[in-house]
């Protein structure tokens, strides 16, 4: 079916899993994209699996950020073909935010509002991510949406999201795909030099040396040793959390419950966060 721009063309398609997207899309994302069409395929959806490619403006700080943002449509559209997807729904701006109606945006549930987290580095982004997803879930039929563990407090908060304003919507989580060398895919990668990219290593690193001690405090020194020892300053966190809200550990709840550890750290003033189970 290919692009779809219009609004009734993509309501017309019918009941899908939608894989929400801002294009520029790497091997991980053509994974979730499969994923997507095998849940459809599943479900029995008449819409299949629907890509969106949306470059958000209310997710960036910057406005230089967002317009050097890549965008390579056709490549994306190929791709996401290639692997099953129905249509890829990629909206002008004025589609997504009408300039002549008023839209109830969603509050930020608990679980973007967090201290020590991706509000560290990036204040209001969540804000943005939530509405976009409240846009996407309204004009597109969702029946299932995929969202990688990679960004997990992003994952989590589109679960909350979804409960929070009651949503019809059910929230599929896709793994963190990784590179021969354990980095995990992002389209950020490009912007690491070759020793930035040896650096990069240490990320997962640090994550597997975190999931390796049961006690939270313990982990978070570890990592933090890992990182320092690779030669990587800027760190916004290495931290172990409950993974359901990812809320610090309370006394006694760790090894009774699933925790997170999560790391995002800059090398060559480039941003990568990555994160796994905890305890290993």
Known sequence: MGVITELDAIRANGACVLVPTMGFLHPGHVEL????????????????????????????????????????????VALCMDVGARAVFAPPNEVMYPPDREIRWPDVPKVGRLP?????????HFEGVCRVLVRLFEVVPTAAAVFGEKDF????????????????????????????DGLAMSSRNVHLSEEGRVRARAIGAALREGRAHDDPETSERAMARVLAE????????????????LMPF?????????GRVLI????????????????A
């Open 230 to 245: 690779a030669g990587i300053e800027r760190v916004e966190y290495a931290t172990v959390r409950c993974a359901h809200d």
């Open 250 to 258: 309370e006394p006694g709840e760790a090894g009774r419950i699933p």
């Open 153 to 180: 407090q992003q994952l989590q908060l589109a679960r909350s999201l979804v409960e929070q304003e009651a949503m019809p919507v059910e929230i599929l989580p896709g793994p963190t795909y990784r590179e021969a």
């Open 33 to 76: 994209v499969r994923q997507g069409a095998r849940e459809a395929e599943a479900r029995g959806l008449e819409g299949g699996c629907v890509v969106s490619v949306f470059v958000n403006p209310s997710q960036f700080n910057d406005a230089r950020d967002f317009a050097v943002y890549p965008r390579e449509l056709e490549r994306d």
């Open 264 to 279: 995002t750290a800059y090398i060559d003033d480039t941003r990568l966060l990555d994160n796994m189970a905890w305890p």
């Open 116 to 124: 020590g987290l991706e509000e560290v580095g990036r204040p209001g």
